[in-house]
């Protein structure tokens, strides 16, 4: 099953990934295709037999917007990060915070029930404190929850990125931070170490009064000591709880905004120790990787075992924008140390099984996108929609385009279709090059090579040339390859 994980139109991002009987559901927040902001759409479900990842379902929308009691005179709220967890009584109790005209920043969080894990869910309550006062303190953003042996625990929180880092010295910050989050100076003062915290509580049975909490458990960049790696790997947003042989794994989105970190504790509400980054969505850190091999940004996500594979899930970033995300997977391993190491991103995801070099592959299964030069740079070439098909627009001289990985035997000619300026296209599996001239074009045209690579290995393809072309597709001739599927 490749990257991205559901059909291109569609855009899941912050996945959390849970298996639930013999299907794995990943609940997350749904993007509009050229949205204007985050999380613009009803939630909506998929999921997939464990057995079969390669067959997954679209279950449509599992709880709508509309039935936020925020939602009102016809402004709808929007949904952003949720997870689900299975209640004492059998029941699935999905977690969210809802933003939106009716709302301040970091309002009260809400949970909804279902008696299925698909839905449909309806409103139950927001969350509380034991007086019945809307659970307000740190920030209440990104709620995740574990059943713990009847245990229900949940994290939530917001902490800084990078962008605010020449702040944090600044006297007025704490006045600055008042008017970002709507919250008093007083509070802010106040909250202890940081109100940029993870936070943890403790729920009651009825599965949104707050028993016991909230507690701090993860810093952020503003109490993280500066001497450790938590102090560049911080506390962002996004958490999610896992426990493994009996230890606690809090992933999180750090402050590089483009990776998931983790820490892990033996306890569920203290001691928690950052221990390394699980993937970032620009393949920075990967193998000591200081270059953004593709367009990086918010990220979301969590593990789970499926069968007896780990899985982390994650999105990528689409249409130059933040705002319409796309659900992946990669398989991962957790060492006999509990230690995750950092995967890279691929086209090939969660199968973890390199394509066949025969037959044709949408440009819009590309996991790599970088120039060759600049190290961070990206916003140019992307992907993008070109009436009913997905391709990859923009890309000028110097822009990368890569696929990883394919099985090459060696005897294939590859195929590329675009359209464009001319110049060359240097194909390369990273090892060998070859090159490939191009022709003036304002519609689509076919061009071939031998290349003669072999084994399992990346496709990159980088254009050098004066202007811009446009990727529809690459292909294979060889093997059981359809000249007339290109």
């Known amino acids: 099953m490749p990257n991205p994980l559901f059909p291109f139109h569609e855009y899941i991002p912050d996945g959390e990934p849970h298996v639930f009987a013999d299907r794995i559901y990943l609940y997350g927040s749904h993007d509009q295709e050229d949205g204007t902001r985050f999380c613009m759409l009803d939630y909506t479900l998929y999921s997939a037999p464990t057995h079969d990842l390669s067959n997954w379902k679209n279950h449509g929308i599992i709880y709508r917007k509309d039935q936020d009691p925020r939602s009102k ?78 245990h229900i625990y949940l994290y939530y929180g917001w902490g800084l990125g990078r962008d605010f880092r020449g702040r944090l010295l600044s006297p007025l910050f704490d006045f600055v931070l008042s008017k970002l989050l709507q919250r008093d100076t007083d509070e802010i003062k106040n909250t202890k170490p940081s109100i940029l915290s993870c936070a943890f509580v403790e729920l009651e049975d009825d599965m949104y009064t707050v028993k016991r909490g909230p507690i701090p458990v993860l810093d952020s960049k503003t109490t993280a000591d500066k001497n450790s790696e938590l102090y560049h790997h911080p506390f962002y947003e996004a958490p999610s709880i896992r426990k493994i042989n009996d230890l606690y794994y809090l992933i999180y989105s750090s402050g590089e905004n483009n990776e998931l970190a983790y820490a892990t504790s033996r306890y569920p509400d203290r001691d928690f120790r950052y221990q390394g980054v699980i993937i970032s969505n620009s393949d920075i850190g990967y193998q000591g990787n200081k270059k953004a091999k593709a367009f990086g940004g918010t990220i979301h996500g969590s593990i789970e075992r499926i069968d007896d594979r780990w899985y982390v899930f994650y999105h990528r970033l689409t249409r130059n924008s933040n705002f319409s995300r796309q659900a992946c997977a990669e398989p991962i391993e957790i060492g006999e140390d509990g230690r995750i190491p950092q995967v890279e991103i691929t086209s090939t995801g969660i199968d973890g099984k390199p394509f066949i070099a025969e037959g044709r592959y949408s440009s819009f299964l590309a996991c790599n996108i970088f120039h060759k030069k600049r190290k961070t740079k990206l916003d140019e070439a992307m992907f993008a929609k070109e009436g009913d098909q997905y391709v990859i627009k923009n890309i000028k001289n110097g822009f990368v385009v890569g696929y990883k990985y394919f099985d090459f035997k060696g005897d294939e000619t590859i195929l590329v279709s675009l359209k464009g300026n001319k110049g060359k296209i ?61």
């Open 73 to 150: 005179n016809g402004k709808l709220v929007d949904y952003y990060a949720p997870d689900c967890v299975k209640g004492n009584d059998g029941r699935y109790y999905l977690y969210y915070f809802a933003a939106g005209p009716n709302t301040k920043p970091f309002g009260p969080m809400a949970v909804a029930v279902s008696e299925q894990p698909d839905g449909p869910f309806a409103y139950l309550h927001d969350l509380v404190n034991q007086d019945g006062t809307p659970l307000l303190r740190y920030l209440t953003n990104d709620p995740c929850a574990i059943n713990d042996h009847g």
């Open 426 to 486: 240097r194909v390369s599996d990273g090892e060998n090059d070859a090159y490939m001239l191009i022709e003036d074009s304002s519609v689509y045209r076919t061009y071939e090579i031998k290349a003669g690579f072999q084994g399992v290995k990346p496709l990159y393809l980088e254009y050098i040339g004066k202007g811009n072309i446009t990727l529809l597709e690459i292909g294979f001739k060889g093997g059981r390859y359809e000249e007339n599927s290109l």
